[in-house]
Each structure stands twice: as structure tokens, then as C-alpha cells.
């Protein structure tokens, strides 16, 4: 089973950015799309960014423009930059696959942006 690994979360005012990273064991990210999801205190876990395996990516409406999924394929590594973070994005990010679960869901970061 794959691993995954989220970090880069954190305590950021309005505005600001972040960059996440999902680290993975194997080489799953050169053979799936790839998601990083949030998860909002009361709500349901939402797809916001992917990655495909030849690379095209896609964004929910709330971060597009101010988000970016990246991906190194050498490194199993998975980013999502995050720029002009607003309150509502406050949330734990993780990230899996999409369409196909790769593996356990990992325990996330946590992303705070204050007003």
C-alpha cells in the first residue's frame, strides 16, 4: 500500500502563501492523477487541485488563480502552492488519488489563515 505524507501547513494571515507537499512511497504519482483535497471543520472532504500522469491539471472554482499543483515524479513528491490564501480556506489538506484511492488517507496538514 502506498503511503502518503502531507506537510508545509501552518499559521498564515490573509493574503499570504503556503506550498504544501504529499510525499509518497513508490513511484504511484507517475502512474495516477493525483488530488490534494481539504477538509473544513463540519463539511465534507473536496477534491480542490489535481494533476494528471501527462501532467494537465484542473481546480475547483475557489482556488482557481491562486492555486498550483505540481508534481516530481523523480522525487514522488505532489505540491500545491497556495497564494492569496483566504479564511476560508482553512481546512487539513491531503492528498490521494483521484478516481482511485492509492492508499490510507494520511493525517493531513493543517492550513489556518487568519483575517
Known amino acids: 500500500q502506498v503511503q502518503l505524507v502531507e506537510s508545509g501547513g501552518g499559521l498564515v494571515q490573509a493574503g499570504e502563501s503556503l506550498t504544501l507537499a504529499c510525499a509518497a512511497s513508490?513511484?504511484?504519482?507517475?502512474?495516477?492523477?493525483i488530488g490534494w483535497y481539504r477538509q473544513a471543520p463540519g463539511k465534507q472532504r473536496e477534491l480542490v487541485a489535481s494533476i494528471s500522469i501527462g501532467g494537465p491539471t484542473n481546480y475547483a472554482d475557489s482556488v482557481k488563480g491562486r492555486f498550483t499543483i505540481s508534481k516530481d515524479n523523480a522525487k514522488n513528491t505532489v505540491y500545491l502552492r497556495m497564494n492569496s490564501l483566504k479564511p476560508e480556506d482553512t481546512a487539513v489538506y491531503y492528498c490521494?488519488?483521484?478516481?482511485?484511492?492509492?492508499?490510507?488517507w494520511g493525517q493531513g496538514t493543517q492550513v489556518t489563515v487568519s483575517s
Open positions: 513508490g513511484s504511484a504519482f507517475s502512474l495516477y492523477a
Open positions: 490521494n488519488g483521484v478516481g482511485v484511492r492509492l492508499g490510507p
